[in-house]
């Protein structure tokens, strides 16, 4: 282990000292030099997260606006060529007015020409609770209108550096007005 832990601290050194020669530009801040050192030995461990994706779009602040589409969209019979961007708050339940512990902040772009399909990326900025400030990075495939669906984590931030996982995602409700709410079920491993 000492020497596992030797090497390490070779390997940081080496890192610092290629920094400063290549200018003077440190390779890692503090914080992340800290994480390694910390987790040089950890396990993976694995998190299940359960949670509510909300989409509003019938209000005059919308969490989810179309920004862009091609001279073909309007005639797609898939929205082919449309690109949005969502802030979409998370919240504990899938009630209006449950508590919100994060923004799922992104954007998505309808990317199939034989179903109605987005390319999704976005990353959800948790503000409560022991994953405050810590981000997940979600990209992938989402077959919309498909019940249950999932979509790739990519990586992590905070508690979820170095993240990866998948997230099951269905439509729970959604009205004539465009409102949504989504549930996910996403299984993590960080460590
Ligand atoms: C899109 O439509 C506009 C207005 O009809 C036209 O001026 C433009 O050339 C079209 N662009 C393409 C790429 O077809
Ligand atoms: C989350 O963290 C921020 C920044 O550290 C802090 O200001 C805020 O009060 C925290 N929120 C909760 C609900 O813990
Ligand atoms: C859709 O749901 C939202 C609540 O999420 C509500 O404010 C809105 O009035 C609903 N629209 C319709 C047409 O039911």
Same mark, same amino acid.
């Given at each position: 282990?000492?020497?596992?832990?030797?090497?390490?601290?070779?390997?940081?050194?080496?890192?610092?000292?290629?920094?400063?020669?290549?200018?003077?530009?440190?390779?890692?801040?503090?914080?992340?030099?800290?994480? =390694?050192?910390?987790?040089?030995?950890?396990?993976?461990?694995?998190? %299940?997260?359960?949670?509510?994706?909300?989409?509003?779009?019938?209000?005059?602040?919308?969490?989810?606006?179309?920004?862009?589409?091609?001279?073909?969209?309007?005639?797609?019979?898939?929205?082919?060529? %449309?690109?949005?961007?969502?802030?979409?708050?998370?919240?504990?339940?899938?009630?209006?007015?449950?508590?919100?512990?994060? %923004?799922?902040?992104?954007?998505?772009? =309808?990317?199939?020409?034989?179903?109605?399909?987005?390319?999704?990326?976005?990353?959800?900025?948790?503000?409560?609770?022991?994953?405050?400030?810590?981000? =997940?990075?979600?990209?992938?495939?989402?077959?919309? =209108?498909?019940?249950?669906?999932?979509?790739?984590?990519?990586?992590?931030?905070?508690?979820?550096?170095?993240?990866?996982?998948?997230?099951?995602?269905?439509?729970?409700?959604?009205?004539?007005?465009?409102?949504?709410?989504? %549930?996910?079920?996403?299984?993590?491993?960080?460590?």
């Amino acid at each position: 282990m000492e020497k596992i832990k030797s090497i390490l601290v070779t390997l940081v050194s080496l890192a610092t000292i290629v920094g400063i020669a290549y200018g003077g530009i440190r390779t890692s801040p503090d914080s992340l030099e800290k994480w =390694l050192t910390t987790h040089y030995a950890a396990k993976e461990k694995v998190t %299940q997260l359960h949670f509510y994706v909300r989409d509003v779009i019938s209000t005059p602040t919308p969490t989810n606006v179309v920004v862009a589409s091609a001279n073909t969209t309007s005639s797609s019979p898939t929205s082919f060529g %449309q690109v949005a961007v969502m802030d979409d708050p998370v919240t504990v339940g899938p009630e209006p007015g449950s508590k919100i512990i994060g %923004q799922a902040g992104g954007i998505y772009a =309808l990317a199939s020409l034989e179903e109605t399909s987005l390319h999704m990326t976005f990353t959800i900025v948790f503000a409560d609770g022991e994953y405050n400030g810590s981000t =997940l990075s979600f990209s992938g495939h989402n077959a919309y =209108l498909t019940p249950l669906r999932q979509i790739s984590i990519v990586g992590g931030t905070g508690v979820f550096a170095f993240a990866r996982g998948v997230t099951s995602v269905t439509t729970l409700s959604s009205n004539s007005s465009g409102d949504a709410v989504f %549930q996910y079920d996403s299984i993590v491993l960080h460590y």
